[in-house]
């Protein structure tokens, strides 16, 4: 009993696994589009240009980490600096990396190269509560990677072509769009008092990590928090 | 005049891509002994909670409501009854749009 992440997950019928996976993303694919937008709206407004934009969103894909440098080319930051500061940010991946692999087992090393560049926060989530009822692989992944990487480059190239004739793409609240979507995933997945419990704990950890150290390392002392909680509480 | 961005740019993908490749590899040829894969298997929930509930708790709006507190809620009531992410973010940003409506923000 390790797949605690059953019941509720999306179905895979019929449908081909990169489809499913696609089709799974929708909700978070509307904030990563917003989100995209806003990106290439303070791009333009930093004076980079079109292709240090685009190549951002493109190799990188790592929203918090894109803001981030455009505040620090903004201070004058030193490369390196920013590139330290990225590896900061983005550094929960390597427990999403090691949580999601065992999933991905058996695939050829140059395809899990590929795949490897769409593991963001929201193909994760999705790929993980869907793998967990139901057998997904690497076409699955590919789907969830593309409904992420898709729309964020599609809308940093919006943001920044269209720039001043979009107006506040938050003005709808989509802002928001985000955390609603990650509250639906983590609601379906409570399914015992022992999961909402680590759910609370980790909430706690994360709110004081928060306070105390920023918004860098919340996520990651959350999710290892979760995962400390469920190696003591498993039977010896 | 800028600088040339290019090799920080580059820097940023290749760190980035350290922190995605290396590990998911490592993930799928490691042999986890059982108590760490039921940690791992409880790592997703810990992330999605430290993904809601810190910006939720420290969001600042314009003005002087946390509207996404009660936004949060109704995403949580949503969810409750769908278990599903996207009625969640429909019912949280549309409960977010009309508050601010209403409140001017």
Known sequence: MYNILYEGAPRMTATKPVWAGAR???????????????YGVLARAGSLTLGETMSMSALVFAGASQFMALALFQQGAAGLAVVLATLVVNLRQ?????????????????????????????SYGVAMVACASEACGPGYFLGAGLGAFAPWVASSLAGYLLAGFLGDPFRFGLD???????????VSQLRSRLLVGVAAGSALVAVVVWHF???????AAGALTACLLGVVTGEA | MKPDLYPVILGMA???????????????RVGFPPRVRRGLSFLPIGAFAAMVVPPVAFHQEAHRF???VPAALAACLVALFTRKPLPSMLAGVACLAAL???LGG
């Open chain 2, 66 to 68: 946390n509207l996404y």
């Open chain 1, 176 to 186: 928001f769009a985000f955390i609603g979507a990650f509250t639906g995933l983590l």
């Open chain 2, 14 to 28: 290749a760190v980035t891509y350290l922190t995605r490749f290396p590990p998911l590899w490592l993930g799928g």
């Open chain 1, 94 to 122: 390597v427990l999403y990396g090691i949580s999601l692999g065992p999933h991905l087992k058996g695939t050829a090393r140059p395809k899990l190269a590929l795949l490897a560049h769409g593991l963001v926060d929201e």
């Open chain 1, 213 to 219: 150290l920023g918004s860098n390392w919340s996520i």
């Open chain 1, 24 to 38: 799974d993303m929708i909700p978070f694919s509307l904030g990563i589009f917003a989100y995209g937008i806003v």
């Open chain 2, 100 to 102: 601010r409506a209403f």
